[in-house]
Every structure is written in C-alpha cells, then in structure tokens.
C-alpha cells in the first residue's frame, strides 16, 4: 500500500539523514541502506496431532563489518522481512553506538506461540537452527531472544547448533541462563548502563548528581535498577510512576524526601504496580500517572513504554528540567523532540541511554568464548567503562559538529560501519 | 411407634448408640455367620452402648439357648426386651449392671438404653425369621417338610401361608397374571376371583360386592399354583416366588415414597426400615426397582425429568438412605435439598459406580456433606413470623436494596425451630471441628435456562472452639443464606424472568471443607472450576470441546468469581501443551497473587496475599511443590525442590508440576468426559485438592451458567437486519443491547502514512472507551487489537483502553493471497476473560457470511461528538449511532457456538424494567458461585 507505514522504509530514511551530515559517497549509501545478506527459509514442523506443519523463518544479517553480527530472533504471527529489516538495521547502529565489535541482524519465525505447545515450540527453535546452522556461530552470528522468544529458546537452539557442529560453542547465541552460559549483570545492565551516561551527562554540565532530583516513568526493570544506581550516585528521585493493572491506569508516587526503590520493590506486583493504601503508608503522594512528566526536577527518565513523551505532554515538563535519559525505547515523539530541542534539554537518545543490554550480551559472548565468567562486579565495572566512552564520543560529536544528541548518535554509529567497510576495501 | 421405628430417632441420638447399632448390624449382616455366631457377637457388642460399659454384660436367651460371658449371674439391675417373630415371642435380649449405678430413667438404665435395646431385640427379631426363611428355601432339613428336589417353592408358599397370608394373596395375584401373558387360558377363569367384584358391580350397582373371605382367596392361591406347576418348571416358579416377595416387601417403601403427604421424618424411616430389612433394590423387578428409584428422586431431588432419568441409573435407594441419615427437616417437611445438592449427589454417584475410565479418573472424593431441606427456609419463616417479606419482592428493586442490610439483620437475630437445632447440632458432632462451608441449594436452580450462579451466598465458618459457639455461628451463617434469597440480585434476575410469584424455597448444603491446617490457617492446596465446554478459547487450536480448567492455589472462590484484579491458571485439559501465557514475564505477571484462606484464629475468611502466606507457613502445606515455580533473573523454572530459605528468586503459582507431571489433567479430561457422557451435557465442575486427593466439590450442566449459554439464532434473518455474522470460533453468550459500534476500517487504517497516526487511532479508541455507554459498545478493527509489534496489524491499545467494550471484534480481511493471523484476544486474554467481554473473529470474505460493510462505513458518524480532539481520524474511526441511525433499533449481538454461528442484528430494544445491563458482579466478599 502506497504511502503507508513502513518500519524498513523509515529506518532506511533515518540512515539516509545521517548519510547526508557523513556527505557519503553512493556505494556506502547502497551498501549500508541494504542488509548484506539475506536468509529466508522453510522450517517443517511435525505438530502434537501428528500432522506437519511448515514455518517460514528469516536471518537477516545487515552489515558485518565490525565484527560477528548480532541480534534477536522474533517469534510474531505476522513478521514481515522488512520488519526484520528495519531492526537489523538498528542493531548495525546499535552496537556501533557503544563500539563494540559486532554488526547488526535480525530474524524471526512466523509463528504464534500462543498456538504451539512447548514441545513444538522446541522443534521450531531446532528447525530455525539447522536451516542456518552453516551461517550462524560465534565468529559469524550471534542471535539473542527478542519478542515471544525466552532463554529457553535460546538453550535449545544452543543446544541444537553444537549437535551440528560437533562441539560445544556457547558464544553461538546470548540471552541464556546463568549456568548454561549467561552472564551475571543482565537484570541491571540496562538501568545501570542509562545512569552511567546520565553521570557523565551531568558532569559535563558541571552538575553536582548530589544536588540533582529525578522523576522516572516506569517502575519495571530498567526503572527499578536505574532508581538504585542513581540513588546511590546521591541523587534524589521524588516521583516514579506506575501501572496499576486493576484500575487499568496509572500513578505517580511521590515523596519529597526521596523514593526509596528497594522499600517499593517490596509492595509491587508483577505489572510493575506499586499498593496505592502501602505507598500512603509509607508517606507517598499518590497523584495523576501523568504527573511525573510535570514535577519540578531536574532530569526525567521515561523508563516506560514508547511514544510517551509527546508533543502535549511535553509542554508540561518543568523549567527546572535539564536531562532527558531515554530509558524506554522511542519514548519521545517527533513533536517532543521538537520542543526539547527548542529548550535546550539535553536528551541521552534512547539508543544510546539503553545500550547497556546490548553491551551486556556482548559480555556474555566474550565470557563464553573464553568459557570463564566474570563476577557481578566486573561485568558491571566493564559496562561502566563502555558506556562512558559511548556517551562521550556522541556528546563531544554532537559538541564539535553542534549536533543533537539523538543526531549525534546516528551519525557516529553509521560513520563507524562505513569506515569499517571502507577499511575493508568494500567500498 | 414400633421399636423397629425407634431406629431412626436412636440412630440420632448418640454416637455411642450409633456405633452400636452399626456394629449389631455389621454381625447380623454377614451371610457366612451362623445364628449362634451373631447371638455371640452382638452379645459382645451391646456394652459399649450402654453408659456404663465396664460393668455392663448383655444376654440372649432364644430357643431354651442362653448367650451370654461365662459366669455371669443375673443380677437386680435387668433391662430386657422380647425378641419376637412374625408377632411371636422367640426369647428375650437382656442387659445387665453388675453392680449398683446412679436411679436414671429405668432404674440406672437411660431411656435412649431402652430404645436402643428395643431396636436391637427387633433385629434380633429379623434375623431369626430370615433365618428361618432362608433355611425353607435351601431346603435345610429343620424347614420341615417335603425335601424333594424342585420343590422348595412349596415350602415358600406353605411358609408364606402360615406366617403372611396377605402377602401370599399377592404373590398369588401376580402368579396368575404371569400365567395368563404366557397363554394359560385356564389362568384367565381364575382371574375375576381378584377382581374386587367389578363383575359383581356390573350386576347391580346398587348392591355391595360380597366380600371374599380370606379363605377364599387363599384357596384360589392354591389353584393358582397348582396351574403354575404343570405349566412352568420348578425353577421358574422359585425365582418368580422369590423376586415378587421381595418387591413385596418393598412395597412399603414405594408407597410412601408415590405417596406426597410422607413427610421426611417419614421416608427416611421407611428407607431405614428397607435397608434394615436387607433389602436391595438391584434385587428387586425392573420395574419397581426403577419406579421405587424414581419416586425417591423426584420426591428428594427434582421433577426434571431428564434429570430424573439419568439418576435411576446411578442412585439406588441405599443411596437415598445413606443421603437422609444426613437430612435434617422440620418436623412436617416435604421439601426437597436443591438444585446444588442433587447436581452433586449424581455426579457422586456417577463417579463411584461408573467403570468407563475408573483407570484414569483415581479415586476422586466427596466431601462430607449435610443438608438442609428446602422448606426450611419456610419453616423459619414461619416460626419468627416473618411472612411479610413475600411481599417485598414486589418493591422497587432500589428499595429492595436499600433495605437489604435491615433484612439480613432481621434474619440474624430470628431463632430456629428446636428440630432443625437438634439436626445441626448432630450434623456438628458429625463434622467435628473441621472448617465448614454452608452452600444455597435453590429449587429454582434446578430450572433450565435459570442459573443463579453467584446470586445466593455461600458462607465459610471456620468451625472452631466450643461446640455452643460454633452452633451460633452455623445458625448465624444459615440466616444470612436464607436472607439472600430476599437480596437485591436475586430478585430482580427472578423478575427478568418471571420468576418472581413462586416461592423460593432454597435448600442448604453443609459441606466440610477440603483442606489442610497450615499455620493458623485453613486451606486446600488448590482448587479450581472446570468446563465441559471451553468458551474462552485462546487459540484457534483448542476446540470448545476441550474443555477449560480455572485452578488456583488455596479456597476455590478465587477461581469461581472474576475478581478482576488477579488471574486463575488457565488450562484445555484437552490442549494442555497451548498455554495462554506464553514469555516467561507474562507467566509471572497473569499468576495468581492472593490466596483465600480460612484463618482459624480469627474464624475468619480471608484474601491474603499469597507470598506472605508462603513465608509464614509455606513448607507446611501439602502438595505445595506441584503448584509453584521459580522465577529469578534467569527465568521460570521448576526447582527439583523447593528452598525456603534462599532469598534467591520467588514463587510463582504455575501450576507447571501438576500440570506438566502429574496425572491430573488425565483425571480432569476423564472426569469432565464421563460426566457429560452420563448427564447427555456438558457439565460445570468445582473441585479442590488437599495435596493428596482430589475432591469434586460441585456439578451442575454447563448451560446453567449464564454467561455460557448459547444465545438461540433467530431463524427469520432475512432482509437488512444483520449487520455481520460469523461461523467460525464462536463461543457462547450474548450482548442484548448495543447502543454504538466503533468501527475502525482496515483499509484507512493501513493507509495511515506513519506511526504516530497509528498511534492515535489507539489513543481514539481509549478516548472513546471512556466515553461511550459503558457495556454497550462493541469494538471492530482489523487484525490483531492490542498489536505490541507492528502497529499496522491491528489498532495498539491496551486493555484499559477496551476495558468498556462489551465485545472485541477482529476483522481479517484476505490480502493478496492470505487471511492474516487474529490473535484471538491474546494480548490482554485473560483480562478479557475476567471481564467477560466477549471476543469474536470475523473473515468477511467468507462468501457464507453476511457482512453489511455499508452500514459500518457509510452511516453517519458521531465520532467528534465523544473524542472531538480525534476528529481527524473521521476516516479511520467511525462510531454509528445505532439508535439513532436506525430510527430507534439497537444491535444484539447473540453467539452460538452449538451451532458455530453469531449474529449482529437491529432490533426494537427490549421492554422490560429500565436497562437490564446493571452489572451484577458486584462482588460479594466470601461468595462462591451461589
């Protein structure tokens, strides 16, 4: 359908915009635009009442120029290819933003699993594998769990690729359990790995974190470890909100002396809802979902869903906000974006702010490649170091070229596969 | 009164008494003991009855034969009774005190000894003549008489001439009938001699019919036999003697059972009396076997005739006398136990007697039960003169609710009339001290296409400390299940249906609890309903007739109401391997988090939340391990045991043990399977486990719940009336009164140029659930509402965005060559569930289908009337006015899935009292389903 939605067709424009600041010459443009490789495959089922059942499966690796190339296997009942595409794209940027050595892919089954039992769950993990099997690996294509996809899966397919190769080779896929070649520090990567940049954001700015207060949207993983690390940074965050599955909205907590994360961790159900009568107990406000945006602070962190900072709720922001630290994926609009620009609000882009996940499961590759595994503490003094020369790459980019910041990002991503490419005589 | 009728009252006197005469029974009982082994037995027995048993020895004297311990000597402290035979005295049954005790009633003996030991001497009366009996008609040689093989009917009929000259008159009659259908022609002269004198009638009406002596008749007996013997042979005759005189002798029993002035008190003796006669009525003829097994049903359970037919098959009259030993009444009672109590009582017997699938289905148990007849509801109505309620049903319903708390009130401070306080208190000895519930079982429950479902209040006691307060609190609870029946909800569903002149008389059922004491806490290790039929699928997979098991963890109440703000496990016992919940983090998050739970120190119910309930007593309770999981940083995974002490990780309530390595939803598939087979339904289970046995706690067919009943398809659809129709993955229910549709078309929608208009089309949407009539809007968008992905497969809301809707509509168009994937509801499934919103796919280029595509794109829309900010999407979200747009229709949405079909039709609206749409879930607190 002419002129609607297209997920590939937007990430191809994104690249073109940071191609134009780059001014790159039109081979790396055609390289880079396009996936280099392509696999699309048939995976037959035999299902639980006997009868076989063929899947359609994709690998779709978009540049591998920077090292083995990464990404997620999808599991949704109506993938298309130039959804996976489009986020094999981002990967490319991704991992690049952060400089680690691996490019960017994607793949997917078309598939339901809520129609399909754990066993045949199993045969389709298995099939996805043998089909690609010659083309995947550690030093080729490390896939990770992604939409309906969970460490189980990945164990299985794991399991299913060293069958077929004949040894064991744990750094062929990321996302497992600890003890069958996860790593430690997954749960905190992406909280903590937005808050380093945050630190550094902040002492480039010359603000004492001190002296600094946050309001945080979300209240699941990425908020929760966000909230701890910031805390103990010694800032003070005085809202977070949360969803509240029984009456199907959202509140903000708030308390001017601080949130205490581990005391709310403590009356929060699974949704990420905080017990409203508790939090009262506790000396929390409980106000409108909406009002954590509006709260006199200094940074926001929207640590939710995407598209929730937008065009009218971000005229609600404070004056006193200076930062914005993307935590959620794509939680800002274009209009947002717009008018945070206009007033001079330091936004930390998404895909750099939440790059700590990415980075993690590089960890867990390298860990696993060496068969020796780190301890807590070192994955997360690695990711410190990761992040922070990440965030002050894009920011003295964005500095030099007067870029902003989400720009800034692109650009430096996209200029690193290019040299790579272009260092590898491709282009 | 005869001592033999003493029986029932002395059976409830004491358990002491009890025992004694189940014991003496026990020792008569037995075919291979002699006579002289019994008298020895129940000689042995009968001290421990009496109030001082270590002084106590007991003695039957029979036939100049003493029984009694060696060297005991009478002594002046005799109690004694004449053990008679057919009015004969044959020996007398004597117990004695060797020393002096405390005057009582009789001398030291208490006046329940008396009774016990009347009834003991009328066994003891039985036994000699069946023994006598029996030695006739194996031809002992102390039967006397001719011995001659092929004769032993003679000594029968000798016998029956000397001892129970009516009866042999009877039998004589039946003889001669038998001889007539098999063509003895000489049978038919004999025939007038039984006719009552019709003839003689006939002749002259005005003169009396002589009337036949006895003599007489007994000797047209005789010529009856005499033809009898050269037609059939010897064999036949005995086994006819034999089977008619057992229907004989339990023609007392049909009578009271045919007979509607016995009372009760009445039947429950006449069954007593049957059973202590060793009667069995699989010995008796078909047909007064099944019309004896018919009268009880319909005089104890129901009318319904289906109901009945299947009940003939599986519930004998042992049944019924096991069920009245625990039937407590008013005095003059004809009331029945109730829609609950019947539904229960088959599915009981069906499981015990059934051999289809005894493998699969393991030993699955009854709890204990007592019940309440119906009437007593109006016996208490009448003892606190309470009769001007009938006339409240009448009132405004608002005035109804208004003054309902009054009502309950009222109800709790009425009294109960001493029989029915005498039977609860028995019925608490019996239970001992175990947490009760006190379950409604209405008569109109029994009633096809009436559930009242959640309408009447179950009540659990905790049944703790001394036996005076836990009466109270029995009494107490029993008023406020009486009180129900006059409570707002009630009364105006029997005013929909016109149901409201009737009396209601409601039954009730005390059941113990199935459970375990953890902690100072009372709980099953789980519990859950369960459905012949699903009506929630979740995926196209699972049939409907794979039926849907609702577990979890603790009281069953949690899975039986939508509570709305947890989740039961769901399961298709015959799909278990599709799981609604699919990512680990969906798993946790759709778990149940609370547990109900009776507290017995505060003898209280409770909601508590089940990780607290887990850290106090955790480890203790039975079965714990078959229920939960692990969720830590890595996942979900099934512990090869449980840590209690690691602060590692937490437990979620799967069900995954029980699920995936037990035989239980084996057992689930079996029981829901054989029950529909032998009910000719599907059926709706309510069970519970206490960790080691399962429990089935409740049965009723399927259809009496609401909310799954097929709504009937008009046949007449012709002309405009419809506006969509769907024929596959229809489930069951109904939306009376639509008011507005918001149709989101599928092809502006994917013509949307970016994300942010899809985006809106969500935020519309959300706009409008708030704005429209709550429940009476419907939701068509194409695809997969809710799409987290791809926001071009379907409209991206979230469930609070739908929340009002009364139904979710996906609309899969074909493009190109494929009709996409719906998600069936998956997204927000179980929240959909809960809310009872009803969920429908629809393929409109079905070319069998109506799909009137005009209507939703082309009547006006009244979008910028309830979301004016979203009037830029006139395109995409159009909202139509029914009402308005049709000159005064609505739209009913009614789903079939008998017949896999569901219709959207205008309609006048219904008349009726204002709009019937008020929800009635109004949670009752500590209510199961009624």
């Known amino acids: 359908m002419k002129g609607s939605f297209n997920a590939f067709e937007m990430a ?416 | 009164m005869t001592p033999g009728d003493h029986l029932l009252e002395a059976l409830q006197e004491r358990a002491k008494e009890l025992s004694t005469i189940y014991r003496v029974n026990e020792a008569c009982k037995s075919p291979q003991s002699s006579l002289d082994e019994i008298f020895r037995s129940v000689v042995q027995i009968l001290p421990a009855g009496w109030q001082f048993p270590e002084t106590c020895f007991a003695r039957i004297l029979v036939d100049g034969t003493a029984y009694g311990p060696a060297g005991a000597d009478a002594t002046p402290w005799r109690q004694s009774a004449e053990i008679r035979v057919q009015g004969e005295s044959s020996g007398w049954l004597e117990v004695f005190y060797r020393d002096e005790r405390p005057e009582a009633d009789e001398g030291p003996f208490l006046k329940e000894e008396r009774k016990l030991l009347d009834t003991v001497a009328e066994r003891l009366g039985q036994v000699l003549l069946e023994r006598r009996l029996l030695d006739a008609l194996q031809g002992r040689p102390d039967a006397a008489q001719a011995n001659e093989p092929g004769s032993e009917w003679r000594v029968i009929v000798d016998f029956l001439r000397q001892t129970d000259p009516r009866s042999l008159v009877r039998i004589s009659r039946r003889m001669i009938n038998y001889l007539c259908w098999n063509g003895v022609a000489a049978a038919q002269d004999l025939l007038p001699h039984f006719a009552g004198g019709r003839e003689a009638l006939a002749a002259d009406d005005n003169r009396p019919a002589p009337r036949r002596s006895a003599e007489s008749l007994l000797g047209v007996a005789d010529e009856a036999f005499r033809l009898a013997s050269s037609h059939l042979t010897s064999a036949e005759i005995r086994s006819c003697i034999q089977k008619w005189i057992r229907d004989d002798k339990a023609d007392f029993l049909l009578r009271a059972a045919e007979n509607p002035g016995t009372s009760t008190t009445e039947l429950a003796q006449a069954l007593a009396r049957f059973h202590d006669s060793h009667l069995d009525d699989r010995r008796l003829s078909r047909t007064v076997q099944v019309e004896l097994r018919v009268s009880l049903a319909r005089r104890f359970l129901t009318d319904d005739l289906e109901f009945v037919d299947v009940a003939k098959d599986f519930i004998d009259t042992g049944d019924f006398h096991d069920l009245v030993r625990r039937v407590i009444s008013p005095p003059k009672s004809y009331g029945r136990l109730g829609g609950k109590a019947s539904g229960l009582l088959l599915a009981s017997k069906i499981v015990q007697k059934s051999t289809e699938f005894a493998d699969a289905l393991g030993d699955v148990r009854i709890p204990k039960t007592w019940h309440l007849t119906s009437d007593g509801i109006l016996d208490f109505i009448e003892f606190n003169q309470l009769e001007d309620l009938y006339d409240r049903k009448y009132l405004e319903i608002d005035q109804v609710r208004r003054e309902y708390p ?85 009364l105006e569903y029997r005013a929909e249906r016109g149901l409201l002149d009737v009396h209601e008389e409601m039954g009730i059922l005390l059941q113990e609890v199935v459970g375990n004491r953890v902690g100072k806490y009372f709980l099953p290790t789980f519990a ?220 502006a929608y994917a013509a949307l140029p970016d994300a942010t208009s899809l985006l809106r089309v969500g935020q519309a949407v959300g706009r409008l659930n708030k704005t429209l009539p709550k429940r009476r809007f419907v939701l068509m968008g194409p695809g997969r509402w809710g799409s987290r992905g791809d926001l071009k497969l379907g409209v991206p809301v979230t469930y609070s965005d739908i929340n009002n809707a009364a139904a979710l509509i996906e609309v899969a168009r074909r493009r190109g060559g494929y009709v996409p994937d719906l998600s069936f509801g998956t997204h927000f499934f179980q929240d959909l569930v809960e809310a009872s919103i009803r969920y429908l796919p629809l393929f409109p280029d079905d070319p069998e289908i109506r799909f009137r595509e005009a209507f939703l794109r082309e009547s006006p829309s009244v979008l910028a009337e309830f979301a004016p900010e979203f009037r830029d999407l006139e395109a995409v979200v159009r909202v139509i006015d029914v009402p308005k747009v049709t000159g005064g229709s609505i739209l009913k949405l009614l789903l079939n899935a008998d017949e896999d079909h569901a219709v959207a039709i205008l309609a006048p609206p219904d008349p009726g009292p204002g709009s019937a749409v008020r929800s009635s879930r109004s949670a009752v607190r500590r209510r199961t389903s009624g």
């Open chain 1, 12 to 427: 191809q424009a994104q690249f073109d915009k940071s191609a134009d600041i780059l001014a790159l010459d039109a081979p790396t443009r055609d390289l880079l635009r396009w996936p280099l490789r392509e696999f699309h495959f048939a995976i037959p089922v035999r299902m639980d009442d006997g009868k076989v059942k063929v899947f359609r499966g994709f690998r779709v690796q978009h540049n591998d120029a920077r090292g083995p190339s990464k990404g997620g296997i999808r599991f949704h009942p109506q993938e298309t290819v130039d959804t996976v595409r489009a986020l094999s794209m981002w990967m490319t940027w991704k991992c690049a933003v952060v400089d680690i050595p691996l490019g960017g892919a994607k793949g997917g089954v078309i598939c339901d699993p809520h129609n399909l039992s754990a066993r045949e769950q199993e045969a389709i993990c298995r099939g996805w594998v043998r089909q690609v099997a010659k083309n995947v690996g550690p030093a080729i294509d490390v896939p990770a769990p992604d939409v309906m996809t969970t460490p189980q899966h990945m164990v299985w397919m794991m399991d299913e690729w060293e069958v077929i190769h004949g040894h064991r080779g744990p750094g062929f896929i990321t996302g497992k359990p600890v003890g069958m070649g996860g790593s430690l520090g997954r749960t905190e990567a992406t909280g903590y790995g937005a808050m380093y940049t945050l630190r550094e954001a902040l002492k480039k700015m010359g603000i004492d974190v001190a002296k600094t207060k946050a309001s945080v949207q979300g209240f699941g993983n990425v908020a929760q470890y966000a909230i701890q690390l910031y805390t103990k940074m010694g800032g003070t965050v005085v809202a977070v909100s949360s969803w509240d599955q029984a009456d199907q909205t959202s509140y903000t907590f708030r308390r001017e002396s601080g949130v205490d994360g581990a005391e709310l961790k403590t009356i929060t159900d699974p949704f990420g809802g905080i017990d409203k009568a508790k939090a009262k107990a506790l000396g929390y406000e409980v106000k409108a979902g909406g009002d954590w945006i509006a709260e006199d602070v200094d940074i926001l962190i929207p640590a939710a869903l995407e598209n929730q900072v937008t065009g009218e709720t971000a005229r609600r922001i404070g004056k006193r906000v200076k930062v914005v630290v993307e935590g959620a994926n794509g939680p800002t609009t274009p209009e947002a974006d717009a008018i945070l620009k206009e007033r001079g609000i330091f936004v930390i882009p998404d895909f750099l702010a939440n790059a700590g996940g990415v980075t993690c499961s590089y960890f867990e590759q390298v860990q696993c490649n060496m068969n020796f595994y780190w301890t807590q503490e070192e994955v997360l003094t690695k990711l410190d170091a990761k992040m922070t020369k990440a965030f002050h790459d894009v920011a003295d980019l964005a500095a030099s070229r007067k870029l902003y910041m989400r720009d800034a990002a692109y650009v430096i991503a996209v200029s690193r596969v290019a040299k790579a490419s272009r260092d590898r005589g491709w282009v």
């Open chain 2, 406 to 490: 009054h009502v309950i009130q009222v109800f709790k401070n009425s009294h109960f009339s001493p029989e029915i306080v005498k039977g609860l208190s028995l019925a608490l000895d019996d239970f001992g001290d175990r947490p009760l519930i006190v379950r409604s079982s209405s008569l109109l429950e029994d009633r096809v296409g009436a559930s009242f479902s959640g309408k009447y209040k179950s009540l659990f006691l905790a049944n703790q400390g001394p036996k005076a307060d836990r009466l109270s609190a029995l009494l107490d609870a029993i008023a406020e299940v009486y009180a129900s029946v006059f409570g707002p909800d009630p």
């Open chain 2, 528 to 747: 859950g309903v369960a459905f012949s039929n699903n009506e929630f699928r979740w995926s196209p997979r699972i049939a409907r007739e794979d039926g849907l098991v609702r577990l979890v963890p603790g009281l069953g109440t949690r899975a039986v109401d939508r509570v709305g703000d947890d989740y039961p496990i769901l399961v298709a016992p015959g799909q278990p391997g599709l799981r609604v919940n699919v990512t680990p983090a969906d798993v946790v998050r759709y778990a149940p988090r609370r547990i109900d739970v009776i507290d017995l120190e505060s003898g209280t119910f409770e909601t508590m939340d089940l990780d607290r309930l887990l850290e106090e007593c955790g480890a203790e309770i039975p079965g714990i391990e078959q229920v939960l999981s692990v969720a830590d940083e890595s996942g979900l995974h099934r512990p090869y045991f449980l840590d209690w002490t690691s602060k590692k990780g937490r437990f979620v309530p799967t069900f995954e043990p029980l699920l995936e390595s037990t035989t239980f939803l084996g057992r689930m598939r079996a029981l829901l399977r054989l029950l529909r087979e032998k009910t000719h339904g599907p059926v709706d289970i309510e069970f519970a486990s206490d960790g080691k046995d399962l429990y089935l706690l409740q049965c009723r067919p399927q259809s009496f719940a609401e909310e799954s009943a097929a709504a009937p398809i008009p046949s007449d659809l012709s002309g405009d009336r419809v506006i969509f129709e769907a024929k596959r993955f229809v489930s069951n229910g109904r939306v009376p009164d639509l008011t507005h549709v918001v149709y989101v078309d599928p092809e």
